[in-house]
């Protein structure tokens, strides 16, 4: 694993990119930040189911992260995105924050709902077996990687957002 950031202060987080160092292949991340909005979120997961794309879903500070496991060629990462971009344009898609540090007491927001399906048995699509692990690691879900990747960890800065979880907390309780 690897950390292109040197020095590090309060407005920084680390996330994962989308790329690896070990092969072209990418993985496909989402997010959507408040207003939470339930035909956004339905049809994320509907696209992820799609394109036979592991997901796992959890709650942020500031909204809902969509992650995955499953590694697309650049040509699929791009199709999928195509399709999602629209939800959230502001959203680079190029890295996604994987440890509850931004903000204080975010620990028990980060792992109060996770949701994971399982697309392992899809023989066109495969998993990294690292990001598998740390996935399988940090909330418990069960992924099955097959592919070695090494992980690529970048820092980048973030500004300080308030927000409130009623309505994606109202939403998570109710598929629960």
């Not at 994320?44 to 036979?52: C, D, L, M, R, S």
């Not at 190029?94 to 792992?111: A, D």
């Not at 970048?154 to 409130?164: L, R």
Request: glycine share 4%.
């Amino acid at each position: 694993m690897t950390n292109t950031f040197k020095g590090r202060s309060n407005n920084w987080t680390r996330g994962l990119s989308v790329t690896n160092l070990t092969n072209k292949a990418r993985f496909f991340f989402f997010e959507i930040d408040f207003p939470f909005i339930e035909a956004h979120h339905r049809k994320i997961v509907e696209t992820y189911a799609k394109y036979g794309i592991d997901l796992l879903i959890h709650r942020s500070f500031n909204g809902v992260h969509y992650l995955s496991s499953s590694l697309l060629s650049k040509q699929g990462w791009k199709m999928v995105l195509s399709e999602l971009q629209e939800i959230n344009p502001k959203f680079p898609a190029l890295c996604l924050r994987m440890k509850p540090n931004k903000y204080p007491n975010e620990e028990s927001i980060w792992y109060n709902k996770s949701v994971a399906v399982y697309n392992n048995e899809n023989p066109e699509m495969t998993n990294s077996l690292e990001l598998s692990q740390l996935l399988n690691k940090m909330f418990g879900s069960k992924f099955k990687g097959m592919v070695h990747t090494e992980l690529k960890f970048v820092n980048y800065k973030m500004p300080f957002i308030t927000a409130k979880h009623l309505d994606i907390q109202t939403y998570l309780n109710h598929v629960r």
